[in-house]
T-cell receptor
Framework: GQQLNQSPQSMFIQEGEDVSMNCTSSSIFNTWLWYKQDPGEGPVLLIALYKAGELTSNGRLTAQFGITRKDSFLNISASIPSDVGIYFCAGQRDYGGSQGNLIFGKGTKLSVKP | DTAVSQTPKYLVTQMGNDKSIKCEQNLGHDTMYWYKQDSKKFLKIMFSYNNKELIINETVPNRFSPKSPDKAHLNLHINSLELGDSAVYFC??????????????FGSGTRLTVV
């Protein structure tokens, strides 16, 4: 089945640092989404990308839809403690006009550096 | 106002029991989903319903049966629960089958523990 490879699996952040994570796939996607999940909650949509090459920002978050349509990255600038959580990439394919279901990456867990 | 609400939030039950998880959305969306999140946090789709019709049924055991009495509700019924069914189950909804254009809205999850 389709798989999204998300990296890194986990990372530690210190307040003020910039953070990067990315997602790759062997298949082409026509939509890329980035979600954040806090403990005990469901994933919440952060950024949605619809066109190859598209670069979109949401506050300190910036995400890009790769030119090949097989990858996407998410950057968080000047991280703060409330940025901790699990970040998921998700992709959706177009099957001849109808949309496939949303496929999720395995997540990147952001924790505060001890 | 909770957009997608699931009940119960926690469910502990014995092997072999039958249980249901309820989901309701007040967003006016016409497609609803059930996802399973395992202990490694991997999210995998189980079902989606559009206008009360099952659109996707991934390779999920037939002990799991989604039931949608109307567009705003999608319940998940599980028969003969097994230890491996322990996970967090998320309900989600979206507008039309082109859900990703507007993003899926998730509920806060139901943590099912089978003992």
């Amino acid at each position: 089945g389709q798989q999204l490879n998300q990296s890194p699996q986990s990372m530690f952040i210190q307040e003020g640092e910039d953070v990067s994570m990315n997602c790759t796939s062997s298949s082409i996607f026509n939509t890329w989404l980035w979600y954040k999940q806090d403990p005990g909650e469901g994933p919440v949509l952060l950024i949605a990308l619809y066109k190859a090459g598209e670069l979109t920002s949401n506050g300190r978050l910036t995400a890009q839809f790769g030119i090949t349509r097989k990858d996407s990255f998410l950057n968080i600038s000047a991280s703060i403690p409330s940025d901790v959580g699990i970040y998921f990439c998700a992709g959706q394919r177009d099957y001849g006009g109808s949309q496939g279901n949303l496929i999720f990456g395995k997540g990147t867990k952001l924790s505060v550096k001890p | 106002d909770t957009a997608v609400s699931q009940t119960p939030k926690y469910l502990v039950t014995q092997m072999g029991n039958d249980k249901s998880i309820k989901c309701e959305q007040n967003l006016g969306h016409d497609t609803m989903y059930w996802y399973k999140q395992d202990s490694k946090k991997f999210l995998k789709i189980m079902f989606s319903y559009n206008n009360k019709e099952l659109i996707i049924n991934e390779t999920v055991p037939n002990r799991f049966s989604p039931k949608s009495p109307d567009k705003a509700h999608l319940n998940l019924h599980i028969n003969s629960l097994e230890l491996g069914d322990s996970a967090v189950y998320f309900c989600a909804s979206s507008r039309s089958l082109q859900g990703a254009n507007y993003g899926y809205t998730f509920g806060s999850g139901t943590r099912l523990t089978v003992v």
